[in-house]
């Protein structure tokens, strides 16, 4: 069984696109979160949702909104694609809000604008 | 302003070559260190947490231990499905703060 599932995998779109991801666990998890992994493999948190509440939002620029249908979904839309929002954007869970638990990754997506 | 600095950035080993990585933070208020590895294409998968200067953790060939500021991962005789991005990250402020990852090549 898939602890953290994304789809879709790849996402090849043009400049000026809305795309959404989407991200569900099944692991009981309160904590769900975004993250962005640039060209360089620098993982770098977005959001963090607790119980469906914002917890963090790393100064991500508001194209890109988060939303927590209930606390095992996560999804991500992003408005008005970039070429700069290539990427790969890996969802994540804990039981805790993060800090001090362990995070559990889903596969990622990589998102191609071009 | 709270870092996280991994060391090297990659590393080539022959199989049964030991040696270590290296993770060094500057965040006050630590609330755990993470080690995670991650193969290409997939997502970071979790190996370790430590939470006090002083504690080990051990995983097959793999031994994590904490200082008060940094942290090793030492490889033991690695064999060539260890090859991997190694990543770092500490708890601080509700979230992970990672490191750039140490990408080891353990050759046959």
């Known amino acids: 069984d898939t602890a953290v599932s994304q789809t879709p995998k790849y996402l090849v779109t043009q400049m000026g696109n809305d795309k959404s991801i989407k991200c569900e666990q099944n692991?009981?998890?309160?904590?769900m979160y975004w993250y962005k992994q640039d060209s360089k493999k620098f993982l770098k948190i977005m959001f963090s949702?607790?119980?469906?509440?914002?917890?963090i939002n790393e100064t991500v620029p508001n194209r890109f909104s988060p939303k927590s249908p209930d606390k095992a979904h996560l999804n991500l839309h992003i408005n008005s694609l970039e070429l700069g929002d290539s990427a790969v954007y890996f969802c994540?869970?804990?039981?805790?809000?993060?800090?001090?638990?362990?995070?559990?990754f889903g596969p990622g997506t990589r998102l191609t604008v071009t | 302003e709270d870092q996280v600095t991994q060391s090297p950035e990659a590393l080539r080993l022959q199989e049964g070559e030991s040696s270590s990585l290296n993770c060094s933070y500057t965040?006050?208020?630590?609330?755990?260190l993470f080690w995670y590895r991650q193969d290409p294409g997939k997502g970071p998968e979790f190996l370790f947490t430590?939470?006090?200067a002083g504690e080990e953790k051990e995983k097959e060939r793999l031994k994590a231990t904490l200082t008060k500021k940094e942290s090793f991962l030492h490889i033991t005789a690695p064999k060539p499905e260890d090859s991997a991005t190694y990543l770092c990250?500490?708890?601080?402020?509700?979230?992970?703060?990672f490191g750039q990852g140490t990408t080891l090549q353990v050759k046959p």
């Open positions: 994540a869970s804990s039981q805790g809000i993060g800090q001090g638990d362990e995070q559990y």
């Open positions: 692991l009981g998890h309160d904590t």
């Open positions: 949702y607790n119980n469906k509440e914002l917890i």
């Open positions: 965040v006050s208020g630590l609330r755990g």
């Open positions: 430590l939470y006090s």
């Open positions: 990250a500490v708890g601080h402020t509700g979230k992970l703060i």
